[in-house]
């Protein structure tokens, strides 16, 4: 695949910042991006479809006066449509309202470079290697049981750059990389259907086995045929990644962000040094773990990434900042502001969330239970209140776990509760780490849980 | 343009092998908002430009999506398409077909009374502002409002080597107000939606200060709400909430894609699936409605879909591809969010038909149970199990609505609880939202008041 340079992307994000401050603009910041992705998508059990998708465009975020425009385009290799966006932003400013609290665009500040985030071999897989990918987890999953279905999946890589150019003087550049495989069926049985199960693996280098994927995905959806009802109840109940994932998402990752907090939206307001998990969870915001998903050199705003303790041993340590709430308090930004892209201004998101793991195999857990349910797939988790933690969903399905081993699947188990209570219950961290979005976590094990039955 | 694309079909066709070619170009404008407490984070504008080329080689779909109008980016990114669709059906045992349709040369023009591409920046912030506002002076109690605005207008040019030739105009109007209230260690978050196809007149209909007040009353009206039983228990439900049930619950089991994947509407064409009060549309054709268009993404044009007919299952929301499958006529139905991505079978407006029930009727005839009237958020599996939060809920007690609730959420298995509609308004309400499969599509859902005699409530107490 042919790239735009990293001289390029920098040359175009330079010029157009000159180019905003000669148009009028107090301060500008210049985010030049490109993704390429090819895939090959699986639809009915079978390889149907690839595709290829180049994105490149610039986003332009302006201050005139204490007001923020931003413009965007997707079209870069020509002048008059840059020169236009910067038009664009300008007015856009012009026409907002002065915000007393801006302070100013990031400053200059050393970077520590990612790393494993870059793989030459992903640039150059062509779509013959993804099919083979595709096949490879095709196979393995019809292989574990003749009631197993691929719905859906795929496979695909993809290259990511971005340039970030301000009026303070930052002007970097960095790349990456990223491949993934995934598969969701479900087993049919008579006139039985299971929920959808899925598994996935992506990484940033090639580095990915499509034939677990397949073998795991069908694991699941077979295990998941025979169902029994249970009885409404507080019970132990094991999140895997998968759970943890949705329910964070909507919860503890917004109450950590400096946004929410200085907004009155966060629990955690005025908890700094105050015990708000059981003792056993350590969280780090970390944007430099080698190889992580969201590893990156900087932000959406040019800031480095760094580690942020989050929760330490339970006690509340810190919240995740963009350079806007950052100055607000005086600090400096822990490198969270995100894009989707050049379409969007930074906000706040955590980088790779890592729950740091226990010592207890997964095994070892399971094995030690005397009645509990474990969790995969949840629906829901999007209705959560984020502001108070209370959720109340579905999971899709549960697996009981008697005497320790994992039993009968039991469907339409709701789960209700508040994340910030289910913090303090959390008993045991398995050693079975692994990365799924922005989660890197372990499964944990969290006491006294309320599902209400059928 | 047209005879640049023209030519890419052409040569898509007789050079690189396709059965079939089309190209989508499109060229987007975007004004978007975020307001936090009355401080503008950002006026943002946004222009796009590209094209989707979408080819079918050897029965296998191979696609390509490039912001420019370059010749030679396009004719490479055609040749790319078809390669990768030759490849993909390398290992393909069932070779993709496509219903037949009537080639379409039309041009579709809107004609928005308040056109918001021709608003003033200045004007969508002092709505805005307006909104906040209301909401912030609604109670002391209400700590924080957000405020996202987005306008969408532009053209889409859809050409296929069938013939068809559509020229598109697209128009959207969309605004998310949330709210949070504080209080005594409580804390409730509110939310509403809005959006139209019609033009910025939205905010005529939808107040600043109707809309800053239905937000700020519900975050309020929390604070002092408890928490519902876990548990079986009989429901009113407000036409918001039949609405994202009708569209999660049993919509997405009815697109065709995903009833051939294996969903349990996969053959129960005809069959008995509900109560016969039961009566499910998809419709693309409610003037102004967020999810109405005129013609789909594969130049079909859109319709109203009956989908349930008194209880029984007459239809599913196809595209040309499932159409073929099931041997039946496509209903209008595949949507792209944009040209990067793919056409796939997307809801519009979905709703439930209005019967003979008054509201106090539905209230009356519970004795102890809740009524939902708004929602936070729903979703489904292919198995049938479907989970929908609620914002705004109240207790009902001897056939009185009573004390408000909050956090509760509903779940069970759709085609059980279809079973337990037992009572339907005669109101009607649609309501405006956004759905995520993968892409994101602007969609309308609603329907009237309906009583169901049972379903599982979730709740902490």
């Known amino acids: 695949m042919a790239v735009l340079e990293k001289s390029e992307m920098m040359r175009l994000a330079e010029a157009a910042v000159e180019n905003c401050l000669k148009k009028g603009a107090g301060e500008a910041e210049v985010y030049v991006y490109e993704g390429q992705a090819t895939n090959v998508g699986i639809e009915l059990g079978q390889i149907s479809k690839s595709n290829r998708i180049i994105d490149k465009g610039l986003g332009i975020r302006v201050a005139v006066n204490k007001a923020i425009g931003f413009a965007y385009t997707n079209i870069i290799e020509d002048e008059s449509a840059t020169e236009d966006v910067i038009s664009r932003a300008i007015n856009a400013a012009k026409a907002s309202k002065p915000d007393p609290d801006w302070r100013g665009l990031p400053e200059k500040r050393p970077y520590i470079f990612a790393e494993k985030t870059y793989d030459n071999r992903i640039l150059e897989l062509r779509a013959e290697d993804l099919v083979d990918i595709a096949s490879q987890m095709l196979d393995s999953a019809s292989g574990v049981n003749k009631r197993v279905f691929p719905i859906e999946g795929g496979a695909g890589a993809s290259y990511l750059s971005t340039a970030i150019a301000n009026s303070n003087g930052i002007s970097i550049f960095d790349k990456g990389t990223m491949i993934e495989c995934s598969l969701a069926a479900v087993a049919k049985e008579g006139n039985t259907v299971t929920p959808v199960c899925f598994e996935f693996n992506a990484e940033r280098n090639y580095n990915i086995d499509p034939a677990w994927v397949g073998k795991e995905t069908g694991r699941i959806a077979a295990s998941a045929l025979k169902t029994k009802r249970i009885e409404t109840k507080n019970t132990k109940i094991i999140f895997t990644q998968f759970a943890l994932q949705e329910l964070f998402y909507y919860t503890l990752m917004n109450a950590v962000k400096a946004d929410d907090v200085q907004r009155n939206q966060s629990p955690f307001k005025d908890k700094i040094g105050e015990k708000v998990a059981a003792e056993n969870i350590t969280i780090y915001d970390d944007g430099l773990i080698p190889g992580g998903l969201r590893t990156w050199t900087f932000d959406g705003e040019g800031s480095p990434h760094q580690k942020t303790p989050l929760i330490e041993r339970g006690i509340l340590r810190n919240f995740l900042y963009d350079n806007y709430t950052a100055k607000k308090e005086g600090r400096e930004s822990t490198g969270n502001a995100s894009r989707s892209g050049y379409l969007s201004t930074p906000e706040i998101e955590a980088t790779n969330f890592h729950v740091i793991p226990g010592t207890a195999p997964a095994d070892q857990i399971i094995s030690e239970m005397d009645d509990g349910l474990i969790i995969y797939y949840l629906q829901g988790a999007h209705s959560s209140n984020p502001v108070s933690g209370e959720f109340s969903v579905v999971a899709t399905p549960a697996w009981e776990v008697r005497k320790g081993e994992i039993g009968h699947s039991t469907r339409g188990v709701m789960l209700a509760g508040n994340m910030f209570e289910l913090l303090k219950n959390v008993s045991m961290i398995a050693d079975n780490e692994r990365k799924m979005g922005q989660l890197v976590s372990s499964w944990i094990l969290v006491e006294n849980v309320r599902v209400i039955g059928k | ?461």
């Not at chain 2, 050079?15 to 950002?42: D, H, I, N």
């Not at chain 2, 996202?148 to 598109?168: F, M, P, R, V, W």
């Not at chain 2, 796939?344 to 038909?353: F, G, K, P, V």
Request: proline share 3%; hydrophobic share 35%; net charge neutral.
């Open chain 2, 1 to 461: 343009m047209r005879d640049l694309l023209n030519h890419i079909i052409e040569a898509a066709v007789t050079k690189f092998g396709a059965e079939y070619a089309e190209t989508r170009a499109q060229t987007l404008y975007k004004t978007m908002l975020t307001l936090k407490e009355g401080r503008v984070e950002a006026a943002k504008q946004g222009i796009e430009n590209g094209v989707a080329i979408r080819v079918l080689v050897n029965g296998s779909w191979g696609f390509a999506s490039v912001g420019s109008l370059n010749p030679e980016v396009l004719m490479n990114a055609a040749s790319d398409a078809c390669k990768m669709a030759k490849t993909a059906s390398s290992r393909q045992k069932t070779p993709i077909k496509l219903a037949e349709i009537k080639a379409v040369e039309d041009s579709v023009c809107l004609r928005p009374e308040k056109n918001p591409h021709e608003i003033q920046v200045q004007d969508k912030i002092k709505t805005a502002l307006a909104i906040n506002k209301t909401t912030l002076s609604y109670d002391k109690r209400v700590r924080s409002c957000t405020i996202d605005y987005l306008d969408l207008t532009g053209n889409s040019h859809l050409l296929t080597s069938e013939g068809t030739a559509i020229d598109q105009d697209k128009l959207y109007v969309w605004s998310r107000i949330t709210a949070s209230a504080k209080s005594k260690g409580t804390s409730t978050f509110s939310r509403e939606e809005i959006g139209s196809t019609q033009g910025y007149e939205l905010f005529d209909k939808q107040t600043p200060e109707k809309i800053g007040t239905a937000v700020a009353k519900r975050a309020v009206e929390q604070l002092e709400a408890k928490s519902p039983r876990g548990g079986a228990s009989a429901v009113v439900l407000g036409p918001e909430v039949v609405g994202v049930f009708v569209h999660e619950a049993f919509g997405h089991l009815a697109e065709a894609d995903l009833a051939l994947s294996g969903g349990v509407l996969a053959s129960t064409l005809g069959k008995k699936v509900a109560s016969e009060v039961v009566t499910f549309y998809d419709d693309g054709t409610i003037n102004g409605a967020f999810g109405s268009f005129k013609y789909d993404d594969e130049g079909v044009q859109t319709q109203r879909t009956l989908l349930i007919k008194d209880g029984v299952v007459t239809g599913l929301m196809h595209n040309r591809e499932t159409a073929k499958k099931l041997n039946t006529a496509p209903t209008g139905n595949a949507r792209a969010e944009d040209f990067r991505v793919e056409p796939i079978i997307r809801m519009r407006n979905t709703y439930m038909s209005p019967r003979d029930h008054s509201f106090e009727e539905l209230i009356e005839s519970v004795k102890l149970g809740y009524y939902f009237k708004s929602f936070r958020g729903g979703q489904a599996n292919l198995d049938g199990t479907f989970q929908v939060g609620i914002q705004e809920a109240y207790e009902i007690v001897d056939g009185e609505i009573g004390e408000p609730v909050r956090n509760a959420s509903i779940c069970g298995n759709t085609l059980e609880t279809l079973f337990k509609v037992d009572a339907v308004g005669k109101d009607f309400e649609l309501s405006s939202g956004r759905c995520g499969k993968g892409q994101t599509a602007f969609i309308g859902d609603g329907g009237p008041h309906i009583k169901l005699k049972e379903v599982t409530v979730g709740g902490s107490a």
